[in-house]
């Protein structure tokens, strides 16, 4: 099947690092200042739903908290590749990698641009340092939720959906954030041509986070594979409210006048 362009949402997935900067729990992160693991969190999950402008002002007011720290690295190569600004990105998201060398997201987001960048085999090879940094965490930590996430999306990119699936199943069991977990999940079960279990995903993804606005986006395109025309305009149309200049807006649109 050719759906297999690479979003930002299906990047912006949270951070890892030797030890999970973001709590197994994914949970609401409650009020006060926010820890480094909250901090992550809920960044991450604001460029995931294309929150953008949310996202670059807690940035900003964070600097000076977590300005140090890999992760806030990682989220503001992010966001410089939702502003298309991908040379400026892959800089950021190589320093980040030489800072923190257990850290699977640096890599795997590189590997994702790269890829926008067409340079496939260094994107091959970004995707396998993220697998194998996540393999690593979970030889001392076989029940690390996020670990389990980083590494089924790491397989997901290189090709592997079955396993990807299996991984990912378990790591929404062990702790990784819900709405993340899902989608990633229901990508694995797109790239196989599972179109039920693939429209679940998604959906429980929206369950999660209504905003999540890509997981509109697939579960649109996975209903015009299961013939619901009228459920497939309807997430075309919420997906281009909530993230109009998005990679696959145009996409979206021209299935809108098709009429699917």
Known sequence: MKMRSITVAALVVGCL???PIFGQDGGDQG???STQASFHQTVYRDLAAWRHTK???M???QKA????SAGYDVAWAVMLAQERKLDKAIQKLTRASRKDKADPSAPYFLGEIQSWKKESASATEAWKQARDRAKAILKKDKKNGWAMFWHGSALIRLGNYSKAEGRLKKAIKNGADRAMGEYQLGLA???QEKWDPARGAFSRCLEADSGFSHAYYFRGRVWQKLGKTEEMLLDMNRFLTLAPDAREANAAKSILRAGG
Request: negative net charge; glycine residues 22%.
């Open 55 to 57: 996202a670059k002002e």
């Open 65 to 68: 908290t977590h300005g140090k």
């Open 59 to 61: 940035l900003e007011e």
């Open 17 to 19: 690092g030797a030890g």
């Open 189 to 191: 079960q797109m790239y």
């Open 31 to 33: 009020s006060g200042e």
